[in-house]
């Protein structure tokens, strides 16, 4: 009977299912946030070795979204592109996964904390007592009805102590998180794999000049780490040709030993690195 009895209770358990994930729903949608160069051209971006299947993580705690791209620097990745929003709590990662698949990215970085608490109204089913408990049925052939149930061949059954009668509007309180993304593809080698930006005006003034690079981050293995240049350094010159940017510079030999030409803590430091 009580198996009989638990099975009026699903139409009222999916009704709540319901309207808690119609409250959720404007919250929630991975690729509706996403921030970046679509699938397409992701994955012709020179700049980008794509994968397969992305790799997963959470992301590094109290750290800023330039420091961790700088970290992922110089383990070999470069940011694709980046996504947030707010939504109920859900641990699952599926859509960071799936949204990481379809551009190709190679390592997806997570995280979530809590945001706010909102009040939502939903429509709630509403039960009132069965107006004919008394009523019970089977079927078959017997001795004809009884108080409990018809006797004889086939079964019987006791209705549902309540029945429902209707829908009524109530407040659901929902707990917001917030989520965000970031999206890695393996970063192809560079001459010497340093990420650089223009130096600051100290330096500029003092050598009036704009040309240089002032080091950010070194990825691990490449030209720069091997002949310890540092982030705070700034490259000057290439084979005596100014320094503008570790992808374009054209002054690079592969394969041979190229003069570099740093500032570092005020004074001129000269190196020679084999470029592969």
């Known amino acids: 009977m009580r198996k009989i009895r638990a099975f009026w209770r699903l139409p009222a358990l999916c009704c709540v299912m319901s309207c808690l994930l119609a409250c959720s729903q404007k919250h929630s949608g991975f ?9 397409a051209q992701t994955r ?15 992301m590094p705690e109290n750290r800023t979204q330039e420091e961790i791209e700088l970290l992922m620097f110089t383990e070999g990745y470069t940011l694709m592109g980046s996504a947030s929003w707010q939504g109920a709590l859900n641990e699952n990662p599926e859509g960071a996964l799936a ?12 995280a979530i904390d809590y945001s706010h608490t909102e009040s939502a109204v939903v429509q709630v089913p509403v039960y009132t007592p069965n107006p004919w408990p008394d009523l019970y049925g089977g079927l078959g052939w017997g001795s004809g009805w009884a108080r409990r149930g018809f006797w004889g061949l086939g079964f019987s059954y006791a209705p549902p102590p309540y029945v429902l009668s209707g829908y009524a509007p109530a407040t659901q309180t929902i707990s917001l998180f917030n989520y965000k993304g970031l999206f890695f593809a393996q970063l192809r ?56 940017a570790d992808e374009y510079t054209g002054a690079f030999k592969r394969g041979a030993i190229n003069k570099i030409k740093i500032y570092r803590d005020g004074k001129n430091l000269h190196k020679d690195v084999m470029i592969d």
Do not use: H
């Open 44 to 58: 012709m971006d020179p700049r980008f070795i794509t994968c397969m299947e992305p790799e997963l993580a959470r």
């Open 99 to 110: 949204q990481g698949r379809s551009i190709g990215a190679c390592k997806v970085l997570w």
């Open 189 to 244: 080698p560079s001459p010497l794999g340093v990420k650089t930006t223009e130096p600051d005006d100290a330096y500029k003034r003092k050598f009036d000049t704009r040309r240089g690079g002032l080091v950010l981050a070194v990825r691990k293995n490449g030209a720069a780490w091997k002949a310890n240049i540092f982030p705070g350094d700034v490259i000057v010159s290439v084979n005596n040709q100014p320094f503008e």
């Open 31 to 39: 690729e509706d946030f996403y921030q970046g160069e679509s699938p």
